[in-house]
């Protein structure tokens, strides 16, 4: 595939393209907006952990602050150095958010006290092998599968209009490796959920 | 390196840089194309569809097997199994005051579906488990060894127990109190006193988080008590004193039960099992029969008749018989709950057949089939006359039917509310109980005080049958209205229907701490339990007083 190509084509809907050495604004600031709704909903989560386990809320609001200081930063004009880095911190989340929803993080279940329905927050009863709490087939009850909800889907749709905008920053070569490397990943995942639907 | 600009743009633009779905921008960067080519979107398209897809799909769980349930058309057609009853339970050993037994949980596997093993779990591998039948005054020893699997071999879940014998005053340590657990190698051995007038009492699991299941899995039997009184009527006795454990079940397509609790709402199945039989018939003579129907569901309610329009006459409630019996054409019946019942077949003609059906009450998960129950076939053999009638007066001076509102020193509220997907308690669930070590009691009677508790449902989406456990109690009334007739008598669980209000009359006769749940056993599992305290100057003593032992058994039953 030849960038040249596409670099030649101009989107109807955005006029003439911008004179040479001129910023992607518009991608920066979009890509900040949404950074900015992906900080806000994991501040926002970040209050219901700290019942279960007060350094997953420490790490929520690490994650939030960073993605707020990301968006505040690409509002402005990010310096394109750190593009690459928060291409890799967002597919990070992205990464980490998958493994939460489907084999569980070594973690209290995430979100899960008082407002969801695995609400047994303690992994160990007293005198009890393990948490005792079944694990219904298709509910992820009782692990530390964490449910998906409305909140989680919007941010992780957030997250990943962040990425594509962050990765459509890069310069060429890089844009090419990371998008392979996104690509193979993609992929592996694919193949996974095939084999848990088709199985 | 340059920094990224910061001048505006029009906001369509912004819009279809979110969208990410136009091509051909070429914004420049170092002399560099900045754009998204079709390649590109085609990676991030893939990524993120995965990223999407996972976690929606949520079935790489670890440990959670996806099941499909059993077609029904593989159920056997009702009325085409024989029914059979639970085995009785034979002591170990006797001495001049106890009977000692012995019982073992383990792993069994069952025909429950013809041409199909279903894996269960049974007290001594039986499903239902066998029926003890004591009399009042002789204590009861009963050592349950848990040799049950470390894990449940679908839900994943370490299947510790506590026992509970349901309709007893047994002292704290020995009433199944749900956190005082016994884990898979480990055994307890339970002390019942015996001394309440005589009722049908069932012995089931009550472990912690997982009570419903273990239930499901077959950990329920029925415990007779006899008394003087109750041998002397002329009641149905012997053979036509016939237990009916009413329970449901859905099947998985290998045979396995099939778990759905329906976001935590309750489990319902399309099979209704009676003595762990579907639907089956019992040939009966043409005489009267006693049915001491338990409802050992783990969510669902009946409302019983007879498709003869014949009467239902209920002699007794889960405290024992009522002051006088009650005709019904239909009663309501909630988990847990027990009801005697006799009904006469003595002027059907031989080769009739009369169904007991099930009219659902609202709120349950009906199927094609969970309108009926079983089906009596009337037969010409000979039987014994004796013990034949129902008495106009039973047991009229039951001190727990003769309570009423003016005897009570206060006034208690129990609201039944689901909150933020919590069942609770008001309020409280039983992690709260956990969280305060034991100490939150939403009451504290002193030993021998009368109280009357107001029971609320502010719902009309559903209905608990709520358990206290330790007393009887009186219904005084429901919405302000007398008790149905079907529960005029003493009872352990109150049917708190949709939108209900029923207030009950009892005295605190024992010491310590005791329960307070629903016995949907999901809603309980999640969490709708609580407790209380009957305070008294000395022998109180802690549910944890005595606790299980590990395997091998110590030889001293
Ligand atoms: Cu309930």
């Known amino acids: 595939m030849s960038t040249s190509t596409s670099a030649r084509r101009t989107d109807p809907g955005t006029g003439p393209p911008p004179p040479a050495g001129a910023v992607p604004v518009s991608r920066s600031r979009a890509a900040a907006a949404l950074c900015c709704v992906a900080g806000l909903v994991h501040l926002l989560v970040a209050r219901e952990h700290v019942e279960v386990w007060a350094l997953a809320a420490f790490f929520f609001i690490t994650v939030s602050a960073g993605q707020l200081w990301l968006a505040q930063a690409l509002w402005r004009g990010l310096n394109a150095r750190l593009v690459p880095a928060a291409v890799l911190l967002t597919s990070g989340l992205v990464a980490l958010y998958v493994l939460s929803r489907t084999i569980g993080l070594p973690i209290p279940a995430a979100g899960e006290v008082g407002l969801s329905e695995s609400h047994h927050a303690g992994p160990q009863v007293p005198g009890g092998q393990g948490n005792g709490v079944p694990v219904l087939p298709g509910s992820g009850a009782g692990t530390a599968i964490a449910t998906v909800g409305p909140l989680d889907l919007v941010c992780l749709v957030a997250q990943l209009g962040a990425l594509a905008l962050l990765v459509g920053l890069l310069p060429a070569g890089q844009r090419r490796s990371l998008g392979n490397l996104l690509l193979a990943v993609g992929l592996c995942g694919w193949v996974v959920w095939g084999l848990v639907h088709f199985t | ?557």
């Open chain 2, 1 to 557: 390196m340059p920094e990224l600009g910061c001048r505006s743009r029009e906001f369509s633009q912004v819009a279809n840089a979110v969208g990410g779905l136009r091509l051909g921008w070429t914004d420049m960067l170092e002399g560099e194309t900045m754009s998204l080519s079709r390649r590109d979107l085609m990676k991030l398209g893939v990524v993120g569809g995965a990223a999407l897809a996972l976690p929606l799909e949520r079935t790489v769980s670890a440990g959670s097997i996806a099941q499909s349930r059993l077609a029904s058309s593989r159920l056997p057609p009702p009325f085409t199994l024989p029914f059979r009853v639970p085995e009785p339970l034979r002591p170990y050993r006797t001495d001049a005051t106890t009977d000692f037994y012995k019982v073992y949980m383990k792993p069994l596997q069952a025909e429950v579906i013809p041409g199909l093993r279903t894996p269960l779990w049974g007290y001594n591998g039986l499903v239902p488990g066998p029926t003890v039948r004591v009399s009042q005054g002789r204590r009861t020893v009963m050592r349950q060894v848990n040799n049950l699997p470390g894990r449940h071999p679908i839900l994943n879940y370490t299947p510790w127990t506590s026992v509970h014998l349901h309709g007893s005053a047994s002292l704290p340590q020995y009433d199944g109190y749900a956190s005082d657990i016994t884990n898979p190698g480990q055994y307890k051995d339970y002390v019942y006193p015996n001394t309440q007038t005589a009722r049908t009492l069932w012995y089931h699991d009550h472990g912690l988080h997982h009570t419903a299941e273990n239930v499901l899995m077959g950990l329920a039997a029925q415990y007779q008590l006899t008394d003087s009184l109750e041998q002397s009527l002329p009641i149905p006795h012997g053979d036509y004193d016939v237990p009916l454990l009413v329970s449901d079940a859905m099947f998985a397509s290998d045979g396995s039960l099939f778990f759905d609790n329906h976001d935590e709402s309750g489990m319902y199945g399309d099979v209704i099992l009676v003595n762990g039989v579907p639907w089956p018939t019992m040939k009966v003579k043409r005489r009267r029969y006693r049915f001491r129907i338990l409802n050992a569901s783990v969510s669902r309610s009946y409302q019983w008749s007879l498709d003869s329009g014949d009467v239902l006459t209920v002699i007794a409630t889960d405290g024992g018989l009522m002051p006088y019996p009650q005709k019904v054409q239909r009663f309501r019946h909630g988990a847990a709950e027990r009801y005697e019942v006799i009904i006469d077949f003595s002027k059907m003609p031989v080769g009739r057949r009369v169904v007991l059906r099930n009219t659902s009450p609202k709120n349950n998960i009906d199927y094609v089939n969970t309108n009926k129950v079983m089906a009596f076939d009337v037969v010409g053999d000979d039987f014994d006359p004796a013990a034949n009638s129902v008495p106009d007066v039973l047991n009229p001076t039951n001190p727990t039917m003769l309570l009423t509102a003016r005897d009570a020193v206060r006034t208690r509220r129990l609201d039944m509310v689901r909150e933020h997907g919590r069942w609770t308690i008001n309020g409280h669930t039983w992690d709260d109980v956990v969280k305060s070590k034991f100490s939150l009691v939403e009451a504290d009677p002193r030993e021998g005080d009368v109280e009357v508790w107001e029971i609320r449902n502010p719902s009309g989406g559903w209905f608990h049958p709520v358990h206290i456990h330790l007393i009887d109690f009186r219904i005084l009334d429901r919405n302000g209205r007398p008790p149905m007739p079907h529960e005029l008598g003493p009872k352990d669980v109150v049917y708190v229907g949709e939108n209900e209000t029923v207030r009950v009359v009892a005295r605190f006769e024992g010491r310590g701490k005791y329960m307070i749940h629903c016995h949907n056993l999901v809603h309980e599992d999640h969490d709708m339990m609580t407790q209380f305290v009957v305070r008294a100057d000395q022998d109180v003593f802690d549910p944890f007083s005595d606790p299980c032992k590990s395997l091998p058994e110590a030889n001293d039953l």
